[in-house]
């Protein structure tokens, strides 16, 4: 069930009917989730489960759920699943034969999508990246070619780092850093990644949750002469399927056009 991820009047009336049905409330953090169901004068029994204890409250909760309880599942902000250990609960429930139902609603990844004036059309939530730049610019390097806008979570320590190597990795794309969305002192920072890297470089240590976002690759138009060409030599020393691997990978081009041609340049070098 999705909680407000800053703003308590994001609440559903839905999840406050959920809360107040529940025969047990599974939270991420018990003192967290107290205080919004002391907002809404709500008592219901508060469990905590975590990365730290899933392991251990995972068997207990499915046994309470296979005798008919309700529990509600919740994390700290927004929705559950997203970044957290319930995703191993669903599916263990489900694996048991249990009901699970969503309560939809706020969305750290939803809004900062909403306000970053990105495509939206496509994207990919990546979580948060690694901590370790090796590992960090690996990650990287796996993303750059996806045409879609990249969502991650970001520590505020890490954030001036992270924003260096993704300008290092991706280039010079359009991003957006936004922080403590639907708080008091909700930020959204705009530019391209070397500019924001530059700014949290000097800035110092941002506070707050960090939501960062990063636009698709541009779309590259493909040189269809150079194509041609590379497939003239190509298919002369190897079949096609291994000619259109090589040449779309080398010219950077679709590798649906590449075979089109491909199979034209066949055809007609075959015709009497």
């Known amino acids: 069930m999705a909680t407000p991820i800053g703003n308590a009047r994001d609440v559903t009336l839905r999840a406050l009917d959920v809360l107040e049905s529940a025969d047990l409330i599974a939270a991420e953090d018990t003192r967290v989730t107290a205080k919004l169901l002391a907002i ?16 251990r409250e995972r068997p207990r909760l499915l046994r309470k759920l296979k ?15 997203v970044s957290d250990p319930g995703y191993k609960l669903v599916r263990e429930a489900l694996a048991d034969g249990v009901a699970v139902h969503a309560v939809p609603g706020a969305s750290a990844p939803l809004a900062a999508l909403a306000s970053a004036g990105l495509p939206t059309d496509r994207f990919l939530f990546a979580g948060f990246l690694p901590s370790r730049k090796a590992e960090r610019l690996t990650a990287l390097d796996g993303l750059k070619t996806l045409r879609a806008t990249l969502v991650f979570f970001e520590a505020p320590q890490r954030l001036a780092d992270s924003l260096a190597d993704l300008a290092q990795v991706l280039g010079p794309r359009p991003a957006a850093v936004t922080r403590e969305l639907t ?33 698709p690759p541009e779309e590259i138009a493909a040189d269809f002469t150079r194509v041609d060409a590379a497939l003239e030599k190509a298919l002369a020393y190897m079949p096609v399927r291994a000619a259109v691997d ?27």
């Open 67 to 81: 005798e008919g309880g309700r529990v509600a599942l919740v994390s700290d902000a927004g929705t559950p699943l």
């Open 40 to 55: 809404f004068s709500i008592s219901k029994p508060l469990t905590a489960y975590n990365d730290h204890n899933a392991p």
């Open 246 to 272: 090589l040449v779309s990978e080398m010219c950077e081009a679709p590798r649906r056009e590449v075979y089109t041609r491909a199979l034209k340049r066949k055809g007609d070098d075959q015709d009497p």
């Open 183 to 215: 708080k008091l002192h909700e930020e959204v920072r705009r530019g391209d990644l070397a500019e924001l890297a530059a700014h949290y470089a000097t800035a110092g240590q941002p506070k707050g949750e960090i939501t960062l976002l990063v636009g």
